[in-house]
């Protein structure tokens, strides 16, 4: 009795927290999903009309707005991101002096907040402060930077601030990666007569292929979910500009009473996360087995 009891002492301790999150998570992600199929607006309302608020979703302008800033944020935020962030990690595997402290400078802005981050660079691109102000006040009185404040350009803004953000993240796990490759093999392809472009390009950089894929769908996750950094550097504007769907769901789930097609675009951004993490999971759980 006593060893069954400590067998499950484990078990019992864990359950509290283990109910919590399940109900917290997965009980949530289904009140919105039912949500998403009522004509809830300011007040949660069981009365059920099918998929007319993802009808109205689709219909509304914003929302298609908000879809082409996502795919034109993800896109270059993640191949900016993945390409400075293994250009870093190559400079810091050549065993440069100071790794230590340039590898902490590199990923200070993640030890930052979203909030933080969009605030500093909303100073930062400012024409009336940043940018702009400084180069004036260095003589060059006609040059301009007004993304910020600019409809086309405000959504290159956010990649700016999210690559700086993010790089540094994504240069830790090139260079671990980078760390975990033998070196004999390295030294063969050199004393094959391989140029150091070549051993990277046809040796080590197909062997991190799971790295690569490892920072695909972290960055992904991150793009799709971005909130904080819009709101504190754009607020979505000009306009509604550079909304991104997170932003497009708070402002009609709160702000404008629409709690339906507020849970309906939260559906939509869940059906994109897991398409990005279900092949993942996929592709690590196929490995394992083999």
Not at 131 to 136: A, N, T, Y
Not at 141 to 160: G, K, N, P, S
Not at 215 to 231: C, E, Y
Request: hydrophobic letters at 55%; a neutral charge.
């Amino acid at each position: 009795m006593f060893k069954y009891l400590e067998n499950q002492l484990p078990k019992l301790v864990m359950a509290p927290t283990a109910i919590a999150m399940f109900v917290c998570m997965y009980g949530f992600i289904a009140w919105t999903v039912g949500l998403s199929f009522t004509k809830s607006r300011m007040m949660p309302q069981w009365d059920f009309v099918g998929l007319m608020q993802y009808e109205k979703l689709f219909a509304n302008p914003r929302w298609m707005v908000a879809l082409d800033n996502l795919w034109i944020f993800t896109f270059l935020f993640i191949v900016i991101s993945l390409f400075l962030g293994l250009m870093l990690a190559i400079f810091l595997d050549r065993n440069v002096r100071a790794e230590g402290a340039l590898r902490t400078i590199y990923l200070y802005p993640m030890a930052i907040s979203f909030v933080v981050t969009g605030t500093a660079w909303k100073w930062i691109l400012n024409p009336g402060l940043g940018i702009e102000k400084l180069v004036r006040d260095l003589g060059f009185t006609d040059f301009e930077f007004r993304w910020l404040v600019d409809q086309d350009m405000a959504i290159y803004t956010i990649v700016i601030a999210a690559v700086w953000q993010s790089s540094g993240f994504v240069m830790a796990m090139f260079l671990a990666g980078l760390r975990g490759i033998d070196d004999n093999l390295i030294k063969a392809a050199q004393i094959d007569g391989a140029s150091t472009t070549r051993t990277y390009w046809h040796i080590i950089l197909p062997m991190m292929k799971p790295v690569f894929f490892g920072a695909i769908v972290v960055l992904s996750h991150i793009a799709i979910k971005s909130f904080d950094l819009v709101q504190a550097l754009t607020g979505g504007g000009p306009g509604y500009a550079s909304d991104l769907p997170a932003n497009f769901m708070y402002t009609f789930a709160f702000n404008r009473a629409q709690m339906g097609v507020g849970a309906a675009s939260a559906v939509i951004m869940l059906c994109g996360v897991l398409a990005i993490l279900v092949p993942y999971l996929y592709s690590e759980l196929r490995s394992d087995k083999q």
